[in-house]
């Protein structure tokens, strides 16, 4: 696919990739009670890398060594991103963990501190303080309750902040489509172990929606919206795709109020606003504040 066109597509990539997976979070609820994670998730990567397997199988030719372990690294981090939040989601609620995951935009900075040795700015102690503050009061309720699945929905959130750096540094000079169909298998093969260890296989069958769940989570939420995600970071600076990403918060709660009938009190929208300041506080520095003053 020619290299200009990806690089025009990357920003509307992110968001459709963001709609999606805001619109998973009501719909991954109510089906955790039919199906057990470890095989919904073992179903729906293995789908996607078959599917996209089969879309890509032109490039396979142009396969070498680094695939196999960069591919290997993104996708077993993936798994632990999407197991520790999806168990999350059975002990809060779909808006909360929602925005607790986008929490990943603001440790990202952190994490490449460790990595590149680059020290983060003001800015990104700000947002750090701003997050801290947004979590606090989302989790208000008379008190300061944060429940066993907010915890979990929070490390959720590191791992996948640990997820953006190795797809930002393992796909430069690489194939994306490739790579992605390696993650894929690779997280797949980490669900099924899981499978195995949760005797999560159903043995009595499935209802007919969970099926139709399952489809819906493999085609849109896994096998097109990953692949944006991952083409969008390739092709976009990290400070915009970590911004754009971080719409996939307030897209769950905008489902979850639409069609679960969660009602989000006073606090837990000034939780969430601030939240959402400090993921713009630490990808941005409020640039935009800056260079509408300086035209003004």
């Known amino acids: 696919m020619n290299e200009a066109f990806l690089k025009k597509i990357a920003r509307p990539l992110i968001v459709v990739a963001t709609l999606i997976w805001g619109s998973t979070f009501f719909i991954l609820k109510d089906t955790l009670d039919d199906v057990e994670l470890m095989f919904l998730l073992a179903f729906r990567f293995t789908f996607a890398a078959v599917l996209l397997a089969l879309v890509f199988w032109k490039k396979w030719k142009g396969i070498d060594?680094?695939?196999?372990?960069?591919?290997?690294?993104?996708?077993?981090?993936?798994?632990?991103?999407?197991?520790?939040?999806?168990y999350?989601?059975?002990?809060?609620?779909?808006?909360?963990?929602?925005?607790?995951?986008?929490?990943?935009?603001?440790?990202?900075?952190?994490?490449?501190?460790?990595?590149?040795?680059?020290r983060p700015d003001r800015f990104h102690v700000l947002a750090a303080l701003l997050c801290i503050a947004g979590i606090g009061l989302v989790s208000w309720d008379g008190g300061l309750a944060l429940s066993w699945g907010d915890g979990m929905t929070l490390c959720g959130g590191f791992l996948y902040a640990c997820h953006i750096i190795a797809v930002s540094k393992f796909s430069q000079g690489r194939d994306i489509f490739l790579l992605t169909v390696i993650q894929f298998a690779s997280t797949a093969l980490c669900c099924w172990v899981g499978t195995a260890f949760t005797h999560g296989i159903p043995a009595d069958g499935l209802p007919g929606r969970a099926w139709l769940v399952l489809l819906y989570l493999a085609v849109a939420a896994t096998s097109l919206a990953l692949l944006f995600q991952n083409v969008g970071q390739k092709y976009t600076s990290p400070s915009s795709a970590a911004v754009l990403l971080a719409l996939e918060a307030p897209f769950g709660v905008a489902f979850s109020v639409a069609f679960a009938?969660?009602?989000?009190?006073?606090?837990?929208?000034?939780?969430?606003?601030?939240?959402?300041?400090?993921?713009?506080?630490?990808?941005?520095?409020?640039?935009?504040?800056?260079?509408r003053r300086a035209r003004a």
């Open 65 to 86: 060594r680094s695939y196999w372990w960069r591919g290997g690294v993104m996708g077993v981090l993936l798994f632990g991103a999407y197991a520790v939040q999806n």
């Open 261 to 291: 009938g969660e009602s989000p009190t006073p606090f837990m929208y000034l939780g969430f606003a601030l939240i959402f300041v400090a993921v713009v506080c630490s990808e941005t520095k409020f640039d935009f504040l800056r260079r």
């Open 88 to 118: 999350g989601l059975m002990g809060t609620t779909p808006g909360k963990n929602a925005f607790f995951t986008a929490v990943y935009c603001v440790i990202v900075p952190f994490l490449y501190w460790l990595v590149d040795r680059r």
